[in-house]
């Protein structure tokens, strides 16, 4: 499903959406002079689901050739027409904690906690919101029942231990609430615990979920395997700096957050069996991307298990990833200009636009992009 596949069905006839222009491409595009606000579009608040579909899978599908620009309208559901036997769909199975905690600091202030990362059993980084900021030594408790000390801080996280014997994973799954994304402006449900989750989830750790794979339930997964499309599974937990904002004005000198990822032999195997044979390798959302870039970043993919701060903006050149499944994404978020790394800043904001104007839902629980590019397979 490439270029030619788009010629044929005369995708594209929009009038109001612009070709790519030459030197729009993303591998020579000149990004010292790219800016955070060449990443913006209009977006219509009405527009950012708040709820997730009624079933997983019911959500729609843009298609984007990134070689072309040509882009076209689908549903998810159609996702097997669109991909061909000898494929390799590439997922984090990350599982999302309920990280989010309410409290009071030692002085009676109330506090929310969100967990960034678990350093051990029982120490942790977090983000803490309160009215004045907690120092080191500082006592925390939570309405569950249980308390914390404030180790250190660092930036703006603070890395707080239990004061208990039980392990974080464990309180916070019978106390934790799910951290919905700043822009659902509702509080959590019973049913979020299961929507805000993969069913593939399997590795505790992400505090956001990587949305590109809400959209798959079983019965598409064995679907798709059953017509030779292979799947293959990274790990990369999903931190809270995924929404931080970009503050610089020139990405290139954005500083990227950390997070962490395993790329492990049997995927690096299954990755080159794919390209012998003529398969694409598609990676299922961004978090997927950074962390197979990240293990091919001397051009082969080779096993890694670590800390990634790859920042994947217009101008770099991709090793590991022939196409990509991809919710729609904030504007000037550094998930945005991965995107537009991959198909071009041009064919993306082209293809949001049309997105926008055909009432897409965005972000989290929202519609999906699939977009591909030229590979010598295709």
């Known amino acids: 499903m490439d270029s030619e596949f788009f010629s044929r069905q005369g995708f594209n006839d929009d009038p109001s959406v612009t070709e790519p ?12 002079a790219l800016r955070r606000q060449d990443f913006t579009y209009d977006l219509p608040p009405e527009l950012i689901a708040q709820q997730p579909p009624a079933q997983r899978g019911d959500s729609r599908l843009l298609v984007l050739d990134s070689a072309s620009g040509a882009f076209c309208d689908r549903r998810f559901r159609e996702l097997p027409e669109l991909l061909r036997p000898g494929d390799l769909l590439v997922f984090n199975d990350t599982r999302v904690i309920p990280a989010r905690l309410f409290g009071r600091k030692a002085s009676g202030g109330r506090l929310e906690m969100l967990l960034e990362r678990l350093l051990d059993e029982r120490r942790a980084l977090v983000q803490l919101n309160a009215s004045k900021s907690p120092k080191p030594g500082g006592a ?3 309405g569950a029942g249980f308390t914390a000390t404030v180790l250190s801080r660092h930036g703006d996280l603070f890395e707080i231990g239990l004061d208990g014997d039980e392990p974080w994973l464990t309180l916070l799954e019978r106390h934790g609430q799910t ?7 509702r509080a959590p449900t019973p049913a979020d615990r299961e929507r805000y989750q993969t069913v593939y989830a399997r590795q505790p750790g992400a505090v956001a979920a990587p949305t590109a794979g809400l959209h798959f339930d079983q019965n598409l997964l064995d679907q798709l395997a059953a017509m030779g499309v292979a799947q293959a599974f990274i790990t990369l937990h ?10 610089v004005e020139r990405i290139a000198e954005h500083t990227m957050h950390s997070e962490w990822i395993e790329v492990g032999a049997e995927t690096c195997a299954q990755i080159a069996t794919a ?17 197979l870039e990240t ?3 001397t051009g082969a993919i080779r096993p890694w298990r ?6 994947i903006y217009p101008g770099y050149r991709f090793h590991a990833v022939d196409a990509l499944i991809t919710n729609f994404h904030l504007p000037e978020s550094t998930l945005l200009m991965l995107v537009a790394a991959f198909a071009g800043r041009a064919a993306t904001l082209n293809a949001y636009r049309h997105a926008v104007a055909q009432r897409y839902r965005f972000f989290s629980y929202g519609d999906a992009m699939l977009i591909t590019r030229r590979t010598e397979a295709a």
């Open 140 to 142: 925390l408790q939570f």
């Open 295 to 297: 293990a091919a970043q």
């Open 238 to 247: 999903v931190g809270a700096g995924t929404f931080q904002p970009v503050r």
């Open 179 to 185: 951290p919905l994304p700043p822009y659902i402006r």
């Open 21 to 32: 222009r030459a030197g729009d491409d993303p591998a020579t595009e000149p990004t010292g």
């Open 275 to 291: 390209r012998a044979r003529g398969g694409r390798v598609i990676a299922v959302g961004t978090t997927a991307t950074r962390a």
């Open 306 to 311: 670590g800390e990634t701060r790859i920042f």
